[in-house]
C-alpha cells in the first residue's frame, strides 16, 4: 500500500509538470499578444516590447518553463533583469522556493496569490461539503426509505428543479433575496477566522456555500437514492433479512455500508475539484477563492497565475483521487493496491 | 404418504404445511401470478424438491415462506402454516425471530449472498447472535466450529477473512455454517448448487446429506436440476408457469411421471450416463407469460399429447388432486398417462 | 471513480485464479494419425456422420491444427516499480486437431481455460506460443485482411446470447452485421438473406426490426447463432452457448446446433462444461484442468474408459436424474481448491487434489507426479496426461 | 486597445464640463441639478461617518505613474494623490474642468509659444510622514514613466513630449532605476529650489490640464519606490491615506492622513467622511440590488456601476428609489468609421449615403434607450473644451432614407451596395444595436453584412487589411481637449496609415488626410488652448465633410446612490464619477 501511495504521488508530480508545460505551450500559441494588452493607448512596437520584457514573456517559451521548474526548486528574482537588481535592488521581488512564479499582473508572486484566496475557496468548498453531506445523504436516504411516496416525490421532484437552475441563478437569487431584500442574512464577506472569529467566518460562508451545496444536495439526494435503492435490492440484504435481524440493523450496518461506499468516493472527487475554487459561486458572492482568481488571471492574459491556479487545481484533483483510492482500499476489502 | 397433502393443514402431522398459496405482483403491464395455489406439506427430517424453469415461481415459494415480500408490493395469500403458526399472519417481530432461528435459507450464488464488507465470521456471528443471548467471543468460538463442521479448513483464520478470499465451494459451505448456527428446523436451499463447478456440486450435496442426518432438519431444495433432486428429495414437486404441475416421492416422478411436462423435462435433458447419441426432445415453444397465462391448462401450448377436441386442453383448468397419492395436473385420463409413462420409462433406462 | 480492480485484465469467465501446467507437459497430437494429405477442395466429410460409430472420426480431413498453443496474461510486481512478474498460464501447451463436420468437445470447471482456448484459436485473443493452423495453413498471427478474410470461415457463438447482443440495434442489424462488416451482399439483398437465416433458426422472419429486449433467452441465442452461420463459416467454436438456458429450450438450441451442422457441413469447437450435453454433441472429447488437457479421445473411450483420475472425479460428481442409480452411486470426491494458475503445482499439475495420488500410489511413484510432467499417453487416438492412467476403482455412474 | 471600455480595460477619461447629478425632482435628497450647483447638499454636508465605493472591476494599478482608468485617476486625485494643478470640487459647467492650483502656488506658467513650462510649490504640502513635497519629489515621479520595462500601463504622454532625445523609438532615458541617460533628462526637467521647470520638445498648450487629468506628474517619493512592488502601495500627498494594505479584487479602506492640511488646499477638496471604504468584485446586478434596497451601510454607498436594463422598471416604479438615481454624461462616445480602404466607401457619394442612411435614434434605442446615451454630434464629447456641434453631422437624428437613397443612386454604383459591418458583438444589446443599423441602411440600398467580433476586437480591426467596409468605435478623450480625440483618431502620421503595413493604430479606417494633418500641426503649436481648440474645430469639420466618421451617441451614466449620501455630485472633472471630493454621509 505504501508503495502504492509513492508511486500515485510520482506519477502525480510528473503530471502536474506536464500540464504546467502544456499550460505554457497554449498560453503561447494563442492569438492574443498579452503585452498588447498592458500598453497603455497610443502604444507604439517598442513600448510593446519593453512590456513584453516587464511581463517576461520576451524569452523563448522553453526556457521561460525552465525558468519556472528552476524557480520551484530553487526560487527565483522578478523581474529577472541582473542590470536592474544592481542598481535598483528594492524593486526586485524576490520568490522563495517552490516559486510558482511572480505576476506582474497583480504585483505579487503567485504562491502569495494563491496562499491569500486558497483559504476562501478551501473554507466555502469545506462548509458547502458539510451542507451537501449531511442534507443530501439523508434527503436520498429518506427519498429511498419511502420511496414512491410523497417524501421521495417531493426530495426527488425539488432536487430535480435545484438541479436544472444554473448555479449563477441560484447565487444571485439567495443573495438578492435572502441577504439584500428580505435582509435575512448579513451580507455575505468573507471575514478570516483570525479578523472576526468563528462567527463572522461562519456567517459570511452561509450564502455561498449554501448556493454550492443547493447544486450537489440535488445530486446526493438522487445519488444516496439510488445506491441505497440498489443496496436494498442486493442478494445480501435478502440474507440479512433470512437471518432474522430487526431492520434497524440492516438499514443501518447493511444497507448503508454498501450504500455509501461509492457516495465516499464521489464525494471526495466532488471536495477535491471544488477546493481548486467555484469560479461561479465566488464571483457572485465576490468571494476571492481561486475560482475568481482564476477568472482574472484568464481573462488579462496572466499567465503566471494561470499556471498556478492549473497546478494547485491539479494537485487537488491528484490529491482527492490518491485519497480516495486509498480510503476505498480501507472500507473495501475487496480493493487491495500493489 | 397416502395423499398429498391434507385438507386442513392442522391434522397433516406436517413441521410446515403450505396450502393455496398465491403470490402476486402488480406491474405496469398487469399482476403477475407467480405463484398460484400452490400446497404442499414437509414433515420434520425430510427433503423436498421443487423442480422447475425459468419463471416457474419456485424461488418465490422459497422467499414466500420465509416472509421475504413483507414489505414490498407483492400480495401472499392463502396459508403456510409452520409448527402450528400461520406465517402469512404472523406479526413480523414474531416472522423475524423465527428467521435464521426456525427457518434457514442458503441462497444461489453465495458471492452476492454474503455481505463484501464483513468478514464471513462477522456475518456468521451476526446470525448467531440475533437469536442467542451469547458473548461475542463465545458466539465466536461456536462459529468456528460451526465452520469446522462444514468443511472448512483452517476455520481460526478463514472466520476472519471476507467472502472474496474464499473459492466458490467454501463460500457455499460458509452459507450453509451460517444457516445450520441455529440448528434450525427446516432449511430451504435456494438452488444451492447451481453456480458451482460440478465437483463442488457433489462436494456441497454430500454436505447436506450429512448435516440433515445430524441436524435432522427438514430441507426444501428448489432447483431446476433434476440430478440434483434424485440425489436428494424424499418428495418432488414439479412446478410450471407458477402451478404445482406433479407431486409425488422421488422415485414416482421419475419412474413414473405422470404429466407431460415431466416427461418433457425428463426426455430433453442430455444423459451423462446415456451412451446413446440420439436426438434430444425438447419441450416446443417458450414459457407462458404469467401475466396472460393461456386459458386452460397452462402448459397446453406446449404439450405433445393435448387433444383439444376430446379433452378440451385450452379451455378446462386441469385440477391438482391434493387427496391422491401422486396428484399430476393433467385432464388426459390417468389410464392413458400411466401407459404413455411406461413406455417412456421404458426408453429411458433401456 | 479509479481502478479497484487488481491490474490483470482476465476475460470475465476466467476467474483470477485459472489454469496451467508445467514446463514440459505438452499434448502432442500424433501426427500420424491424420489424413493431413487433403488440399482444399477435397472430399466432404460425409452426410451419414451421424449414422458412423464412434471409431469413424477419422474420415475428415484436419480442418484446425492447434500445437502447443498458450495463452499468458501477464501480470506485474508490487513495490515501486512495476516489473513482470509471473503470468496467470490461462493456457498452457495445448495440442489438438479437428476434422472437418466433426465436433470437438471442450470441457473443464471454471479457470481451466477453456474459453481462453476457445477465443484464442479463433485469434480474438493473441495467443502467447504454438502455432494455430487452418485448412493446413499457419493462421497463428495473421493480421488485416487476411485475418478478417479468416473470420467469413471462422465464427463464434457465445455464452450469453444478450450480453454479446447489441441492444439499441435491431435484430435485423445484428444479423446482418457480418455481411456489411466484409462487403458482402447476397443474392436477393442482405434482408431477404437475413429473414431467410432468421426463418432458418427457428425465428419469425417479421420480427426482422425487433430489438434483442423482445426476446426470449432461447430466441436471443438463436439469434446469434444466425448471426455466426451468416457467412456460411467452416468452423464455430460455441462457448457455453446452452448454459443460460432453461433445460426445455437447451434441448432446441441443442438440437438446432446439430441440424445447422449437418445442413452447412460445420465443424464445431463447443466448449461447456456440462459433461452431459458434451456427450451428447461431441465426437472427441477433451478435458481440461490448470491450463492443459487431461485427457482426450472419441466420446465413447472417454465417458466409458476415463483412464485419468481427474475425468473420473468429474464424470463421478454429474448427478444422474435416476434416484435408484444415485443411491447407489459411490462418489469419487476431490479435496481442496483449485491451485493457482500463476504458480501451478510441480510435476503433474493434477497431484495435490488427485485421488489416486493420495490413496493408491506409493511413495516413490507419487515423487513421480510431484516432479515429472506426465507426458501423453496414447492408445488408439485415446490420449491421457497421466503417469498412472488406469480405469477408476468404482463405477463412475 | 484601449480605446473602448467595452472589449478593454483601459479606458479613459473624460472630461469638461457639467455633468452634475440628476437628480429628479422629487426627493429631498436631491442634488443640484442642471447649471446649478453641482455641489448644493454639500454645503450642509456634515464631517464624520463613512462613505462605501461599491463597484465591480479591480484596479489594475494604484501607482499615480500606471493608473490609467477614469474612475481611479479620480479617485486618487480626490483622495491620496494632489497634483501641482487640479479639477476644483463643486464646480459645474466650463468651471469645472477649468484646473485650479493645487501643490502649486498658481496654475504655472509657459514660455516658448508653449513649449517650457514653470510651476513653484507651495509651502506647507506634506507627504503622509509628515516631509516636506520636494521639486526632487515631482521631478522623481515623471522620471518613473521613463521606465518603461518597469512602469508600465500608464499614460505615456511624458515619453513623446519631454525633451528628451530618442533612439530606436524610445527616449535614451530609461528611468530611474537603471539611469541611462539620467544627463539628458535632467536637462529635460529642472529643480531649482521649489520651482520645477519642464522643457517639451513641441509646444504642449493645455499640459495643465494633462496634469490634473493623468496622475503621470504626480510627485513620488523615491525612497518609496519599489518598483513593481510597490503597485498598490500608496503613500498619501492628499487628505486620506491607506489603512493597512490594498487587497486586489476585494479593495482597502481610507482613513484620515493627519499630515494633510486644508489650508495648503485650494481645490475644494471638503474630506467629509472619516473613513472611505471601496470594495471591488462585485457584480453590477448586486451592486445595484443592494442600493435600492437601501438599507444598513448601503445607505451610505456610490458607485460607478451602470444600472442592468433589466432592473430600470424596478426604479421607474418606485419614486423613491428614482429619486436617488442619476443621468449624466458619461465621457465616451460611440461612432462609425468607415473604411478608406474598401473600394465601395472610397466612394464620397457611398459615405455620404451611409451617413444620411445611419438611424442614431434606433442603435440608442436597441442599446438601451435613453438611459444609455443621446445621439452624437461629433466624435468629440460636448463637455470638450471649446466643443461645436460638427455641422455635417446635425441631420436628422433618425436619419434620411430617401436623401441618402438618391445620394446612392448618384453614387454611380449598382444597388443594393453589398457591405459588411464589423463590431464588437456578443451581447444581445451589441447585436441589437448592430441590427437597428442595419435596417437603416439597408432601407436606403444598402445590403449590410453584420460581423460581430466576439473576442479581441481592436487588435483585428487595427490591421489594415481587415476586409470589411464599417466599423464600430468608442472614444474617450485623455483629458478635455480634442487633442485627445481628433488627433489620435485621425493623425495618419501618428497612426502609421499608409507607411506601417500590420497596423494603422487607432485609425482603423485608415483615414489619410494631408490637410488634417497639418491643421493638428497647427492646433498643436497654439500657445493656449482655447485658440487651440478653434483649430481642431477646423480639423473636425474637414473630417465631417470626408465622413471620415459617422458619430452614433454621447454614452450616459445612470447611477444610483444611497440616501445617507450628501454632497452627490458627478462631473467632467471626475470622469462624471462619483466626486469623493464632496461627498458626505448624513448623521
Known sequence: MFAYVVRRIFVGVIMLFVMSLVTYLLFFAAPSDPARYTCGKNCSPELIEQNRKALGYDKPVLVQYGEFVKGVFVGREFPDDPELKKSAPETIASCPAPCLGYSPLQSATVTSLIAEAAPISISLAFMAFLMWMVFGISGGIIAALYKGRFADRALVGSALVVYSFPTFFIGLSLYIFVAIKWQLTPIPVYTPISEGGVGAWLSGLFLPSLTLALIYIAGYIRLTRAFVLESMGEDYIRTARAKGLPQRQIMGKHTMRAALTPIATVAGLDLGALLAGAIITETVFNYNGLGKLAVQAATTYDLPTTVGIVLVAAAFIITANIIVDVLYAVIDPRVKYS | MSRWASADPASSGALLSVRDLKVTFPTEDGLVKAVDGLTFDLRAGETIGIVGESGSGKSVTSQAIMGLHRGTRAMVEGQIVFDGRDLIKIVDEDLRRMRGRDIAMIFQDPLSALHPYYTVGNQIVEAYRVHNDVTKAAARTHVIEMLDRVGIPNPQKRVDQYPHEFSGGMRQRAMIAMALVNSPRLIIADEPTTALDVTVQAQILNLLVDLQKEFGSAIIIITHDLGVVAELADSIMVMFAGKAVEGGEAEEIFYEAMHPYTWGLLQSMPRIDSEKKERLVPIAGNPPSLINPPPGCAFHPRCAFRDDARLGCSSVIPEFDISTEHPARCLIPEGERRAISQAKTKTRTA | MTDLSPSTQVPDDEPAATPVATPSASVTTPSASHDKTGAAGGKRFMRQRRKATDEGVALGEVILEVTDLKKYFPMHTSGLVHRAADPVRAVDGISFSVRKGETLGLVGESGCGKSTAGRTMLQLLPPTGGTIRYQGKDITNVQGKELRRLRTEMQMVFQDPYGSLNPRQTVGTIIAAPFRIQGITPEGGIKAEVQSLMKRVGLNPEHYNRFPHEFSGGQRQRIGIARAVALRPKLIVCDEPVSALDVSIQAQVVNLLEDLQDEFELTYVFVAHDLAVVRHISDRVAVMYLGKIMEMGSRQDLYENPLHPYTQALLSAVPIPDPRRENKRERILLTGDLPSPINPPSGCVFHTRCPRFREELSESERTRCTTEAPVIQVENGHQVACHFAGPPKVEVF | ?587
Open chain 4, 1 to 587: 486597445m484601449t480605446i473602448s471600455r467595452r472589449t478593454t480595460a483601459l479606458a479613459v477619461l473624460a472630461v469638461t464640463s457639467v455633468l452634475s447629478v440628476a437628480a429628479c425632482g422629487g426627493g429631498g435628497t436631491t442634488t443640484g441639478s442642471g447649471n446649478g450647483s453641482a455641489t448644493g447638499s454639500a454645503a450642509a454636508g456634515q464631517k464624520g461617518g463613512t462613505v462605501y465605493w461599491l463597484t465591480k472591476r479591480p484596479a489594475e494599478h494604484l501607482d499615480p505613474q500606471r493608473t490609467y482608468i477614469g474612475r481611479d485617476l479620480a479617485n486618487e486625485n480626490r483622495l491620496f494623490y494632489r497634483d501641482l494643478v487640479s479639477f476644483p470640487v463643486g464646480k459645474t459647467g466650463e468651471e469645472a474642468t477649468k484646473p485650479v492650483a493645487d501643490l502649486a502656488t498658481d496654475t504655472g506658467t509657459s514660455s516658448e509659444g508653449g513649449k517650457v513650462w514653470k510651476f513653484t510649490l507651495k509651502d506647507g504640502v506634506k507627504w503622509q510622514d509628515g516631509k516636506d513635497i520636494t521639486c526632487e519629489d515631482l521631478k522623481y515621479g515623471l522620471s518613473r514613466g521613463f521606465a518603461t520595462d518597469v512602469i508600465t500601463g500608464g499614460p505615456n504622454y511624458q515619453l513623446g513630449y519631454l525633451d528628451v532625445p530618442q533612439k530606436d523609438g524610445l527616449p535614451v532615458y530609461n528611468g530611474p532605476y537603471k539611469k541611462t541617460g539620467q544627463a539628458d533628462f535632467d536637462k529635460a526637467v529642472a529643480c531649482e529650489g521649489k520651482t520645477i521647470t519642464y522643457h517639451f520638445n513641441k509646444p504642449w498648450a493645455d499640459f495643465p490640464l494633462a496634469i490634473a487629468s493623468l496622475r503621470s506628474f504626480a510627485p513620488y517619493r523615491a525612497d518609496q519606490d519599489k518598483g513593481d512592488q510597490s503597485n498598490y502601495a500608496i503613500f498619501s500627498s492628499g487628505p486620506y491615506q491607506l489603512q493597512g494594505t490594498w487587497q486586489k479584487g476585494k479593495g482597502g479602506t481610507f482613513v484620515r492622513n493627519p499630515n494633510y492640511d486644508p489650508k495648503t488646499d485650494q481645490t475644494g477638496r471638503m474630506a467629509l467622511p472619516d473613513k472611505i471604504v471601496i470594495t471591488e468584485g462585485l457584480t453590477n446586478e448586486i451592486i445595484n440590488q443592494r442600493l435600492i434596497a437601501d438599507s444598513g451601510d448601503d445607505k451610505y454607498a456610490v458607485t460607478d456601476r451602470k444600472i442592468p436594463g433589466s432592473m430600470y422598471s424596478q426604479i421607474d416604479s418606485n419614486p423613491t428609489v428614482k429619486s436617488r438615481s442619476t443621468l449624466v454624461n458619461a465621457p465616451f462616445v460611440d461612432y462609425l468609421l468607415p473604411n478608406f480602404n474598401s473600394d465601395v466607401m472610397k466612394n464620397p457619394k457611398v459615405r455620404d449615403a451611409l451617413k444620411l442612411a445611419t438611424d442614431k435614434t434606433a442603435y440608442i434605442t436597441a442599446s438601451g434607450g435613453d438611459k444609455y446615451g443621446v445621439p452624437a454630434k461629433s466624435i468629440v464629447n460636448p463637455d470638450i473644451v471649446g466643443y461645436k456641434d460638427n455641422a455635417a453631422f446635425t441631420g436628422p437624428d433618425a436619419g434620411d432614407t430617401a436623401a441618402a437613397k438618391a445620394m446612392l443612386q448618384s453614387a454611380g454604383v449598382t444597388l443594393p451596395v453589398k457591405i459588411k459591418y464589423t463590431y464588437s458583438g456578443g451581447t444581445p444589446e451589441s447585436d441589437n444595436a448592430a441590427a437597428a443599423l442595419k435596417q437603416g441602411w439597408d432601407k436606403a440600398g444598402f445590403s449590410t453584412t453584420l460581423d460581430p467580433l466576439t473576442d479581441t476586437y481592436y487588435d483585428v480591426i487595427q490591421n489594415p487589411n481587415t476586409k470589411s467596409d464599417v466599423y464600430w468605435g468608442g472614444w474617450g478623450a485623455d483629458w478635455p481637449s480634442a487633442a485627445t480625440v481628433t488627433a489620435p483618431l485621425f493623425d495618419s502620421r501618428v497612426n502609421g496609415v499608409g507607411t506601417n503595413p500590420k497596423s494603422n493604430g487607432q485609425d482603423y479606417g485608415n483615414y489619410k488626410s494631408d490637410a488634417v494633418n497639418s491643421l493638428f500641426d497647427q492646433a498643436a503649436k497654439a500657445a493656449d488652448v482655447q485658440s487651440a481648440a478653434t483649430v481642431y474645430a477646423q480639423a473636425d469639420d474637414q473630417l465631417g465633410k470626408d465622413v471620415a466618421y459617422i458619430p452614433l451617441t454621447v454614452e450616459k451614466f445612470y447611477f444610483l446612490h444611497g440616501s445617507g449620501i450628501t454632497g452627490y455630485a458627478q462631473s467632467a472633472a471626475t470622469s462624471g464619477y462619483p466626486d469623493l471630493g464632496s461627498i458626505g454621509v448624513k448623521k
